[in-house]
């Protein structure tokens, strides 16, 4: 196969050239390649990017009360309409008191003959001992996990101790630790209050979750990460300035190794959703919670000044008719989460490069280069010989006008509903084999492959 005449955006060049794949892999980079017998992709006037990696999702989540309704079929067949080549998935949680390497086994069965594009796992801690910490070592050769994701809220919350324990353990083995940050007591406490006193409609979720909660419980990891000796953090779902502030200022004093993750919903929604009427700010019910507009701004802010890493999705859908009308007495019954898999390159392509807020290569390094130099998907990420064979073509002169109707996500809204884009994946190509084409999926259940990532 060969990609002729598109203009190849990485991370940090953009150039017009020809991309010849052989056995899935990218052969050669020229000017002018010419085959006989390869196939033909012409690429005139669009560009021509590495595969997307959401290193966020939540595909076939159970939450206890729910589950979410994209399996790894649908989920990964929605991303790769969007442009997205790999995901790495957070997997839920499992019976108390369980190994690491339940909840893998459990995921594998997931995902091995669901996924139709790459995909990979990370780690999830429920509670922290020898036996635990063990097991994070011996998983990185096994099955090439190299992040594991804490949360210090929930059922299965990381007291402060247990988190700075792994901390140390991530410093010792170089795997990178995410997390999700909230201050669980006043999170419950207001929660509580605000039930006591019956308000309970959507608008009073983001008001038991405020954003000093999320900022307090980044500043708290930041200062452990930096007495552990400065492992690997990642902040995921970052949704607020005031948490990037403190990010920033660790960034600007000379911490190292901490990176952080936002999502489309924190840059193109606000809180004023939790409002709308007929219930229909149930759609907007995850954690962290939307912010006010002047939040979006200081986040793209922080793209631009390149203090935010990754944008990933958190993607996790339940139906508006279905289960979220569990929340529609009591938010607090609620099953947390949104779809966004599909729109996050379109996006951020559009919002982003399109109206000049970020370059067509910043664009590739949050969507693709971070997340896999971060994440240790040491052959993606980048446009260059020797790497897999994950492409995407983007038009910028398509437009689309988002609805649920075109979408591909299995579940029945979108929180993008009415948006106008600029610019739109056309063509998504996956370890050589074009699985998406002008909105027709040509690849095969099953197909995607299991990654075993490095340490980087």
Do not use: W
């Not at 979750?209 to 552990?228: F, G, K, T, Y």
């Not at 979108?414 to 027709?440: A, C, H, M």
């Not at 040509?442 to 299991?450: N, P, S």
């Amino acid at each position: 196969m060969i990609i002729k005449n598109g203009v190849i955006a990485n991370s940090s060049i953009s150039f017009k050239a020809d991309i010849k794949i052989e056995n899935g892999i990218i052969s050669a980079i020229s000017q002018n390649i010419n085959d006989n017998d390869g196939e033909i992709i012409e690429a005139e006037g669009m560009y021509v990017i590495p595969g997307g990696i959401d290193a966020h999702t939540h595909m076939d989540l159970d939450v206890g009360i729910a589950r979410a309704v994209d399996d790894f079929y649908t989920g990964t067949v929605a991303a790769a309409f969007g442009g997205t080549t790999t995901i790495i998935d957070h997997m839920g949680f499992g019976p108390k008191g369980c190994s690491l390497s339940h909840q893998v086994g459990v995921y594998h069965k997931l995902a091995g003959e669901k996924a139709v594009i790459d995909y990979g796992f990370h780690g999830v801690i429920q509670h922290v001992n020898d036996d635990i910490l063990n097991e994070m070592d011996e998983l990185i050769d096994k099955e090439g996990i190299t992040s594991y994701k804490i949360y210090l809220t929930y059922d299965y919350k990381i007291e402060d101790k247990d988190a700075f324990r792994v901390l140390e353990k991530a410093k010792e083995n170089g795997i990178v630790i995410t997390v999700h940050p909230e201050n669980d007591g006043v999170v419950n406490y207001l929660k509580l209050k605000y039930k006591a006193q019956n308000r309970l409609t959507p608008e009073y979720h983001a008001k038991s979750r405020p954003l000093e909660c999320e900022a307090e419980a980044i500043s708290r990891m930041i200062q452990m990460a930096h007495m552990a000796g400065d492992p690997k953090l990642y902040i995921v779902h970052l949704s607020n300035a005031l948490g990037l502030d403190i990010i920033r200022q660790a960034i600007d004093r000379g911490q190292k190794n901490i990176f952080a993750e936002t999502c489309p919903q924190y840059l193109f929604l606000n809180e004023d959703m939790y409002k709308l009427p007929n219930n229909e700010g149930l759609k907007y019910i995850m954690s962290p919670p939307l912010r006010s507009k002047d939040n979006n701004e200081k986040l793209f802010s922080g793209i631009e000044k390149k203090y935010i890493d990754v944008i990933a999705t958190d993607h996790c859908p339940f139906n508006f008719g279905i289960e979220k009308q569990m929340g529609k007495d009591d938010f607090t019954k609620c099953p947390n989460g949104a779809p966004g898999v599909e729109l996050r390159l379109p996006l951020m392509f559009s919002e982003g490069v399109m109206k000049k807020r970020i370059s067509i290569n910043d664009f590739v390094e949050i969507s693709c280069h971070n997340p896999a130099k971060i994440f240790g998907l040491d052959k993606k990420g980048e446009i260059a010989v020797g790497f897999d064979a994950d492409i995407v073509i983007i038009d910028p002169n398509k437009k689309i006008n988002i609805s649920k109707n075109i979408l591909h996500e299995n579940v029945d809204y979108t929180p993008y509903e009415g948006f106008e884009l600029q610019g739109y994946p056309v063509v998504t190509i996956s370890r050589g084999e074009i699985i998406v084409k002008d909105n027709k999926f040509l690849g095969e259940k099953g197909r995607g492959k299991y990654i075993k990532r490095k340490i980087m």
